[in-house]
Each structure stands twice: as structure tokens, then as C-alpha cells.
């Protein structure tokens, strides 16, 4: 059994996905700890098979599934009901062009628990630049929190995406992504879960969670500002 899947949603993936795939790799954690869900959606060649073999290099556990209904959120409840049936407890959301600091899930397990969010800090990256990582409105809400006790006011803001986390299983329950929404899908999801969670801890700095930066991103262009409930 593993102790995290790391749910990663892909359409039409460039480059970017291997550095992605790179990222957990390296996890201090250990391998045996999480196993990798990636759903293609939308275009299947050639994507598939190039995601395939990049998955195939590293040593890591890997489901890869494919649905030809283009969507974040529809690939997202695709691979939330494949977990569902499996004992793993947490799971934490990963877009493909993002990646994870080594230590991310090692420091996010040591916070863990079963009713509770364990939230990261963040921090922007541009790739093939000289351009050093940035900060976001995540980055300053964890800063501003990491003396503060949990309350839904303070917490708030980090409901608006559900990257950036470790999520327990049971505290996701049967809720889904509305696959209605193209914008906003994160905040509604948050939103639903939020009367399961009774705790969110944050994380040690050094674990962090690398936002890609793409101008041409679909997913970057909504998040210019993120809605908060």
C-alpha cells in the first residue's frame, strides 16, 4: 500500500512534463512511499506513448490512464476514483508542468492526518530563464500563517487551488471536481471539502511546491487571480 498518490492531470504535454516527472523521482521520501496517476486527456497521439516511455526511465510507482474528454476536472475524478478504490490515505494534486522540491512529501507526511490539509509553501518558477523563483499570493499567505493556529479565516486562500497539499482520502470523501466549471473548479472543490477538515498544518519551508509559469498556459491564464470563497 502506498502512503500518497500524486495525481497529475495532462493535455497535450510538452517538455515540461519530463521535468515533472523528475521532480518525484528524487523524493527523500523513498519511492515505495507514493505511487504517480497521470491522466492524459483529450489528444492521444503522440502524447501517450512519449508520456509512457518517460514514466517507463524512472523507478517510482505509475498508473497512466487516458479518457478522450478533454477537462482538468474530468481527469482529476478519474484518477480520484481509481484511488478511491485502493487503501492509499492521501493524495496530493501535481499539474504537468509544475514540480515538487525533494523533500515535498517526506515533510508533508510528517504533518499528516487523517481530518486535517497539509499545506506547502509555494513558490514561481520560469522555465529556461535566468529569472529566480518568485513569489505568488500563496507564497505570502503561507508566510503570514506560520505562527498562526488553523481557522478558516486566516486559511482561507489556500482553499483556492488544491495543488500545494497533501489531502487525506477521507476528508475528499465522494466530492468530485464539477467538470461545468473551466474556471474556478479548485475554489468550488475547497469549498465542498472544507466542512470535513478540522486542522491545516503547514510544512517546513524547504518544502515547496514549483509553480511553472507559462504564458500560453490555459491554467496560468485563470490563475492571474484566484477566486476565494
Known amino acids: 500500500m502506498y502512503l500518497v498518490s500524486v495525481i497529475i492531470p495532462t493535455y497535450k504535454s510538452g517538455d515540461y512534463i519530463y521535468k515533472c516527472f523528475e521532480s518525484l ?3 527523500t521520501c523513498g519511492n515505495a512511499v507514493f505511487e504517480v496517476v497521470v491522466v492524459l486527456n483529450g489528444e492521444r497521439d503522440p ?7 518517460a514514466l517507463e526511465k524512472h523507478n517510482f510507482n505509475y498508473k497512466l490512464f487516458y479518457t478522450d474528454s478533454p477537462g482538468v476536472s474530468n481527469a482529476r475524478n478519474i484518477a480520484l476514483d481509481y484511488v478511491a478504490n485502493t487503501n492509499t490515505p492521501y ?31 509555494t513558490k514561481t518558477f520560469v522555465e529556461n530563464t535566468d529569472e529566480k523563483l518568485g513569489d505568488d499570493y500563496l507564497s505570502g499567505c503561507f508566510k503570514k500563517n506560520q505562527e498562526k493556529k488553523y481557522n478558516i479565516v486566516n486559511y482561507r486562500s489556500f482553499l483556492s487551488t488544491v495543488c500545494a497539499k497533501l489531502i487525506p482520502l477521507a476528508v475528499i470523501g465522494k466530492t468530485r471536481f464539477d467538470t461545468h466549471f473551466a474556471i474556478g473548479e479548485d475554489s468550488l472543490f475547497g469549498f465542498e471539502i472544507s466542512g470535513r477538515i478540522n486542522e491545516m498544518n503547514l510544512t517546513d519551508e524547504k518544502a515547496v511546491y514549483l509553480r511553472g509559469l507559462r504564458p500560453l498556459s490555459a491554467s496560468r491564464k485563470k490563475q492571474k487571480k484566484y477566486p476565494v470563497f
Request: glycine content about 2%.
Open 25 to 27: 523521482a528524487v523524493q
Open 91 to 121: 493524495v496530493t494534486f501535481l499539474d504537468d508542468d509544475d514540480r515538487l522540491s525533494p523533500s515535498f512529501i517526506e515533510e508533508c507526511l510528517k504533518k499528516a492526518q487523517l481530518d486535517g490539509i497539509v499545506v506547502s509553501n
Open 47 to 53: 502524447y501517450y506513448d512519449s508520456i509512457a516511455a
